[in-house]
């Protein structure tokens, strides 16, 4: 070694004046050091760890004796000199150097494992220069070549030496963390986890040692990963297919991960990943048939679906052999949205989690394969990463595998690619362990798998492996990729291929000249034969845990439900979840909602929104529909009328003291679960979807905090919710509640956008419903378990109403009758008067309780009011039936609290105008078409509603539609 003192110990006499170890922090920092002597627990955690370190060089004299503090000793001293009995002697020169170089062998330590992995080989392509990082140099601490042969203590290592030479040493710290494995842990602040990767790393110095046979498995799936894509790439020239060339490390990654995973006793693997080498997946790892692949391409496939999907967003389902036993693995569908199918993966493993019993997810595993550009860039990741560590959302830890390519698209400038060093940075926000590891080392990305899983297992945490590999060919196998990148494509162009290189390398080891060239005929044979390529996949296995989808298939919305319950049953359960007990003492204004939900079972007042509600779960989980809701202020309800979750106001400690009544409604009661979730919306209502994906059985909510910001959960509800029917067969029952009023709170606190849920629906895919009273919301939460159909639900929740006493209602509708799609006329000698009705004002929501009032006040007894309760689908039958029922009505208003170009009117008129009298017409009551939801002006949107009311019983003006 030649590292030269001058230029580096220059730095060091610079990094001493300007450390935080040295210059005018230096009585700070030994101040700290004397009360860490003291007592260790007194110094935050990052000091702490300084300190423990320094406990383990050893003493000036060569001992291993402690340090201790030093204050009483400095006293005693002083006290000495002052009665003239002290003589001082100087330490010699030599032993204050061993005792410096003491001190900056640990801190070279400490600089390897912190940063050592900036120095690591990951690049295939070998592009970019190693960094120049001087604390990983000798010569930074002011060593010299004749300190090299210098035996040190290394007792706080795990080189499995107590002491070594700096040479040795710092060849073992470079073999560690500079190799083809990068680790990245030190920012971790558990100390157990920190020293678990330091053994695990140092111990076998990031270098595995397979015997034959693994190392031939090893080659095998490399084979397999090249050959699907050359077998591609030359049967169907120019077809799209996200080619995995470059990355085919991938594929024995996954392999490994599986059947280590079994042996481990996980039971389900649910994985997700975008389009870049999902074919190779679905086939290599899941054991899909290459010639149902083939018919994919072919366009010889059975079309099932209404509408269909590429193949490279399919999804797959199998059961496979492992060591510790059958694994049943799920590659979740998948849009061209990259990442957002993260939630959804992971709701799909609480779901199973949570069936099985499984709290700390020992027997389910979620994997997350990313692309380099995506991880770095998408904001649904840091959503979905801010859930790992929840008590609603904590799935015991996810394995991340990253395909980094290098390259997003056609950006691989570091400039422009992301603000961070590493794709994987954003991971460090839950403090999870990264091992960057080159894909053109198949050995290490086995071992960083295997290493993956091992602390994923020890310690219920996310964890990453980033491949970093290359894209051999374009974005896609149409693009031209050298148009953009072409110093990056001449090196690919040179690149002899993973396998290759790994074949080769086992033949120089003695296992077979021509070892690989007879895989890559073997598997090019199977897969002409367009048999398996994954042994053994199991055609007949079926889990006790499996959920049987068949009782929900082929249903109509149509279907009758029997949702009202029996007045005994209401008695019983309304005693239950109206009951305090003495142990907890709620807050005086919840102390009164319970009091009065008290009488309200007792039918002395009539039933409101809240109780409505409650009595839907309560009546759910006695009879074994598990019940989950979750998002910003679910136990309290964003306006306050739930209370799910009732405080103790004299409890001690932050995490005791909750009482929830609906978890005692009876002994074997179903699950009710309440979840106040992190401020996020597309990451948790991606989540719940996956989690309704996977549980038929559980009535699943997830409630907007204002049904405004569900724009933010968009993609999840384009892309899952509204079309996964019928792109993918996905049937899932989740429920949305979205409170949506107008009531003056501005453009942000007023609509849920139900025109964009009604732009939606289509193909029976989803309900909209915006109820208006307290059994209603009653009626259609039970319908949605009752009824054997699993459609999403869209509930437009109101605000207001929530206390308005006209929303309530009596005890006898929760006992009899059932969820109504359209509400008639409520006034009676309207009714009774049906013939002298000239106008049917129809509408939905809260604004009807305003024309009620309008009509009271101008006594209008020849207008009538119906209500639309479900916009989709649209009850047809209901209306038509109210409409008749007026023959003489000239016009029909359809009116609406949105703008013209909002809320349901442009999507309802041509139903209404279908089920119109011959001769009708068809007017709108509103507001004018606006850019924005609505105003923020007060006195602006009380002159608009007075407005909008005032049309609706006015003449006819605008657009007029005439049967």
């Known amino acids: 070694m030649s590292d030269t003192p001058s230029n580096a110990g220059n730095i060091y006499v610079a990094y001493q004046g300007n450390s935080y170890l040295f210059g005018g922090n230096a009585p700070y920092v030994e101040e700290m050091y004397e009360n860490y002597l003291a007592n260790p627990t007194s110094v935050p955690d990052n000091w702490r760890e300084y300190f423990d370190a320094l406990q383990h060089v050893p003493a000036v004299d060569g001992s291993n004796a402690k340090d201790v503090p030093h204050l009483p000793v400095i006293n005693a001293f002083a006290e000495r000199a002052k009665q003239g009995g002290t003589t001082v002697v100087v330490a010699s020169g030599a032993d204050s150097d061993l005792g410096r170089k003491r001190v900056a062998v640990q801190q070279l330590i400490a600089a390897y494992r912190n940063v050592g992995a900036r120095w690591a080989d990951l690049d295939p392509l070998k592009r970019a220069e190693r960094p120049h990082i001087p604390e990983l140099e000798p010569s930074f601490y002011g060593f010299t070549d004749a300190d090299y042969e210098t035996v040190f203590n290394t007792s706080n290592t795990f080189f499995g030496r107590e002491t070594m030479s700096l040479r040795d040493l710092l060849n073992a710290l470079r073999e560690t963390y500079c190799g083809s494995v990068g680790a990245e842990y030190n920012y971790i602040t558990d100390q157990n986890q920190k020293r678990w990767w330091q053994e695990k790393l140092e111990t076998t110095r990031s270098r595995p040692s397979y015997n034959a046979e693994k190392k031939k498995h090893i080659l095998d799936r490399l084979t397999a990963a090249e050959g699907l894509e050359r077998f591609l790439h030359t049967k169907y020239v120019g077809q799209k297919r996200f080619s995995l ?138 959503e979905t990463l801010a859930l790992a560590e929840t008590r609603g959302y904590s799935t015991g830890g996810t394995v991340h595998l990253v395909i980094n390519n290098q390259i997003g698209f056609t950006t691989s400038d570091p400039r422009d690619s992301r603000s961070t060093l590493y794709c994987s940075d954003i991971v460090k926000m839950i403090e999870s362990p990264v091992l960057h590891v080159n894909g053109d080392d198949p050995e290490a990305v086995v071992y960083a798998t295997q290493l993956a899983l091992d602390f994923r297992m020890t310690f219920q945490k996310d964890v990453v492996v980033d491949i970093v590999c290359f894209r051999k060919l374009g974005h896609n196998e149409q693009d031209t990729p050298s148009l953009t990148q072409p110093l990056m494509y001449k090196k690919i162009a040179a690149h002899p291929g993973t396998r290759k290189l790994y074949a080769e390398r086992l033949a120089a080891q003695g296992l077979g000249e021509t070892l690989g060239d007879d895989m890559v005929k073997t598997y090019r044979a199977a897969l002409d034969e367009g048999r398996h390529t994954v042994d053994p996949v199991l055609t007949n296995f079926k889990s006790k845990f499996a959920v049987d989808w068949s009782p929900y298939l082929g249903k109509k919305w149509t279907d ?99 009482y929830i009544p609906l978890q005692n409604v009876a002994e074997n009661q179903a699950p009710f679960v309440v979840i106040d979730s992190i401020l996020s919306e597309e990451a948790v209502l991606g989540f719940e979807y996956g989690y309704a994906s996977n549980d038929p059985n559980t009535l699943v909510i997830w409630e907007a905090q204002f049904g405004d910001f569900v724009n933010g959960a968009q993609v999840v509800i384009d892309q899952f ?52 009273t307290a059994s209603q919301i009653f009626h259609v939460l ?30 006898s509708e929760f006992t009899k009758g059932g969820f109504q799609t359209v509400i008639p006329e409520q006034n009676a000698e309207v009714v009774k008067n049906a013939a002298k009705v000239k106008r049917i004002i129809a509408c939905s929501g809260k604004v009807y309780y305003d024309l009620v009032k309008k009509r009271e006040e101008k006594d209008s007894d020849d207008v009538a009011i ?98």
Not at 784 to 809: E, G, H, I, W
């Open 866 to 963: 119906i209500r639309v309760e479900q916009l989709y689908p649209f009850p047809h039958k209901a209306f038509s039936a109210e409409v008749k029922r007026y023959a003489n009505a000239v016009d029909i208003v359809w009116c609406q609290d949105e703008p013209q170009n909002q809320g349901a009117w442009f999507f309802v008129q041509h139903y209404i105008h279908e089920n119109m009298l011959d001769g009708q017409k068809l007017g709108y009551a509103g507001r004018t078409a606006s850019a924005s939801p609505a105003v923020g002006y007060a006195h602006l949107h009380q002159e608009q509603q007075k407005q909008l009311i005032d049309a609706a019983f006015g003449k006819l003006k605008g657009f007029i539609l005439t049967k």
């Open 560 to 658: 009758s439900a029997d949702t009202a319950i029996p007045l005994t049953e209401w008695n019983r359960l309304a005693e239950r979840i109206t009951t305090i007990p003495d142990t907890v003492t709620p807050h005086q204004l919840v102390k009164k909602v319970y009091a009065d939900r008290a009488a309200m079972a007792r039918g002395d007042i009539p039933v409101d929104w809240g109780m409505g509600e409650h009595m839907a779960f309560a009546s759910l989980v006695a009879s074994g529909f598990p019940v989950r809701l979750s998002g910003e202020d679910c136990g309290r309800g964003t306006f306050t009328h739930r209370h799910a979750v009732i405080h103790d106001q004299n409890r001690e400690k932050y995490d005791e003291g909750t």
């Open 245 to 382: 060339e470059g990355g085919e490390s991938f594929i024995a990654s996954m392999d490994e991960l599986v059947q280590q995973a079994g042996q481990a006793g996980i039971q389900e693997i649910v994985i997700g990943m975008a389009h870049r080498g999902r074919l190779n997946v679905l086939v290599n790892t899941l054991g899909k048939m290459p010639k149902d692949l083939f018919a994919e391409f072919d366009h010889t496939a059975p079309e099932d679906f209404p509408a269909g999907d590429v193949k490279y967003h399919q999804g797959f389902s199998s059961d496979v052999s492992t060591a510790g036993g059958p694994v049943h693995l799920s590659l979740a569908f998948n849009p061209s949205h990259l990442e957002i199918v993260n939630p959804v993966v992971e709701g799909s493993v609480r779901a199973r989690m949570d069936r099985r019993g499984d709290p700390l997810g020992k027997q389910g595993l979620p994997v997350l394969g990313h692309g380099d550009a995506a991880f770095a860039g998408q904001g649904v990741v840091m």
């Open 782 to 811: 039970r319908r949605q378990m009752v009824r054997p159909l699993r459609k999403p639900l869209v509930l437009f929740t109101p605000k207001s109403l929530l206390r308005n006493k006209d929303a309530t209602s009596p005890l």
């Open 721 to 772: 919710i509204a079309s996964g029917e019928v792109k993918w067969g996905r049937v899932n029952g989740i429920t949305m509640m979205l409170p949506h009023g107008y009531e003056g709170q501005g453009p942000e606190h007023s609509s849920a956008r139900l025109e964009r849920f009604m732009q939606l629906a289509a193909d029976t895919n989803m309900q909209v419903v915006q109820p208006t």
